[in-house]
């Protein structure tokens, strides 16, 4: 079983979020990048079927080179080679058409990543691809299972209740917890991941739909009232009276 | 040309963020001098639909196909690619719910349209330009965006549209059918499992939420957390590390890596307000943080602040609310 899985270089979630250049560009200046939470839980268990049933996972990722220790932590955490394609991801469009292009040419059976990124959160590119591919893309999906060689069954999130599909090879996944547990690379891992393949290739020639053109942060509270413990009860008073949000 | 919004129902009714998108497509067919339409497909019923009116809505287009009562993205995307072309809509409009983002992602393909999700305000519309605003980095910051293609489809946060309604006001509702084939449900659900919400909130559409962290030191203390969300209205939630020990099911976990949620009132018990936990709850309107801890960073972002053990304050809350007049 061939399986791809899309990677993104993102802030590690406990980043400061700060703009540059009048509020035109994201302020990188002592951010740290991780691989997206929500991939790793793709990533993990492409490796956990790999182990199970054989076969190879490829790593993705659409991105410039700054992106490549992250990659090279993927194929530490147990993937087989990795793909870069050298591009800024511009938007969710762009980069669906990249990966469209090579998973069309690499043959997978299986192409799964997080449900979103943690910094663009579009909940965009997993169906983007699906539609781009014409083969189904159940998201978010938190269990996945082979039920035989040519059959997967996922269990996806729907507002209020979940939903158990069953779909042939090839589709598309996006992936959520609980669906296992992420690993972090061990010494033997890492030494290995130096010597695994890392290939660039160029993007096509794919336009964006969109462009960001200014940033912004939420306002900030005005300040805390702070109620006495013994009397709390008055803070439901407040929230009727004051906040009229009761 | 108009604008076309996406509804979807739920026992019959119409949910309450497809009233919100409703609401805001309404809001930008009329900048635009149009009128707008909605599409809607199984689970709902016609009296429903025309009350749309109230929203603004003046027509309806409606699937009635039973077999489209539970979600198959590939029969949705058709029906509504098929109302889009009628009414030849520039503008889509949709709830940025698991099923409305996945069929706007889909729809930009097909349609060939620029697509925004986690939209919080109206486009600014001059100079060519049709710009919409989004949350991105987990609630850590919002992004004007330039929707550049001819479509447009936007997916709307869920509680950042106040619904407008004018009693009396109705929409007419027209079949519509998009001759589907077994093709668009090869993927369809083999069985659907809804969580037991009798009686309770679903989370992501909740106007008021009750969230417990660790400092409610173990999950057989949540029968508080459950009887003030009873009392106010409201939905349960918890933080990252109670998901992650298990006392709570993971769905309920509020945060960056979980649920964002932007509920009129957010009342944290036992949570100390990590910087990823603040992501997920920080466009909440107002925010009450009860911790022991008086340097618990949740204070900074908190409305009103209790600083006592959750286990002691909570009950004097379920008291307060049991004498509010309902």
Wanted: aromatic fraction near 6%; proline fraction near 4%; hydrophobic fraction near 40%.
């Amino acid at each position: 079983m061939k399986i791809l899985v899309c990677i993104s270089n993102v802030p590690d979630t406990t980043s400061k979020i700060n703009f540059t250049g009048d509020n035109k560009n994201f302020d990188k200046n002592g951010v740290q990048y991780v691989i997206n939470p929500w991939d790793e839980y793709a990533l993990t268990r492409a490796i956990e079927l790999k182990e199970a049933k054989g076969g190879s996972v490829t790593v993705l990722n659409v991105g410039e080179a700054d992106a490549e220790p992250n990659i090279r932590k993927a194929l530490a955490i147990g993937a087989d080679d990795a793909i870069r394609v050298n591009a800024h991801p511009k938007d969710a469009y762009f980069v669906a058409q990249q990966i469209t292009a090579i998973a069309k040419e690499g043959g997978y059976d299986m192409i799964l990543m997080g449900k979103e990124s943690i910094d663009y959160n579009g909940f965009q590119v997993h169906n983007m691809v699906g539609e781009m591919m014409g083969i189904p893309s159940v998201t978010p999906a938190f269990k996945l299972d082979m039920v035989d060689d040519s059959t997967a069954r996922l269990e996806r999130e729907i507002e209020g209740g979940k939903e158990v599909v069953e779909v042939k090879l090839p589709f598309v996944a996006s992936a959520q917890q609980p669906m296992c547990e992420p690993r972090i690379p061990n010494m033997r891992g890492i030494m290995t991941a130096r010597t695994k393949p890392l290939k660039v290739v160029e993007p096509t020639g794919a336009e964006a739909k969109s462009e960001y053109v200014n940033y912004s942060k939420p306002e900030k509270k005005s300040g805390v009232k702070m109620i006495d413990a013994e009397n709390a009860g008055e803070v439901i008073k407040l929230l009727r009276n004051e906040a009229k949000v009761l | 040309m108009s604008v076309l919004v996406f509804v979807e129902g739920l026992n019959g009714e119409i949910k309450k963020s497809s009233l919100e998108a409703a609401t805001y497509g309404s809001q930008v067919a009329q900048a635009m001098g149009t009128s707008a339409t909605a599409v809607a497909i199984g689970d709902v019923n016609e009296d429903a639909l025309a009350r749309l009116g109230e929203q603004g809505i003046s027509k309806v287009l409606y699937d009635a196909d039973d077999r489209l009562k539970q979600f198959v993205a590939d029969a949705y995307v058709k029906v509504i690619a098929k109302a889009a072309q009628q009414e030849n809509a520039k503008v889509l409009v949709f709830s940025n719910s698991n099923i409305g983002a996945a069929v706007g992602s889909k729809l930009a393909v097909r349609l060939n349209g620029s697509l925004a999700t986690n939209v919080t305000e109206l486009p600014k519309m001059d100079g060519g330009n049709f710009i919409v605003t989004r949350g991105v980095f987990s609630g850590k910051a919002f992004a004007d965006v330039n929707l550049t293609s001819d479509v447009k489809i936007i997916a709307v946060k869920k509680n950042s549209t106040d619904i407008t309604s004018n009693a009396g006001n109705t929409a007419t509702v027209e079949k519509l059918s998009a001759d589907l084939t077994d093709a668009e449900f090869a993927a369809a659900p083999k069985e659907t499992v809804m969580q037991d919400t009798s009686g309770g909130v679903l989370l992501q559409e909740a106007e008021i939420v009750v969230s417990g962290g660790r400092g409610m030191k173990g999950p057989e203390n949540w029968h508080l957390i459950e009887e003030l969300a009873k009392e106010l209205g409201a939905a349960t939630a918890c933080s990252k590390p109670v998901s992650d020990i298990g006392w709570r099911p993971h769905h309920e976990h509020v945060g960056q890596t979980g649920i964002t949620v932007s509920p009129n009132l957010y009342i944290a018990a036992g949570i100390s307000g990590a910087i990823q936990h603040l992501a997920g709850v920080n466009s909440s309107k107002v925010i009450v943080v009860i911790n022991k801890d008086p340097e618990a960073p949740f204070f900074k972002a908190a409305d009103y602040g209790i600083v006592g053990d959750a286990l002691e304050v909570l009950p004097k809350l379920i008291e307060a609310a049991k004498a509010l007049d309902k």
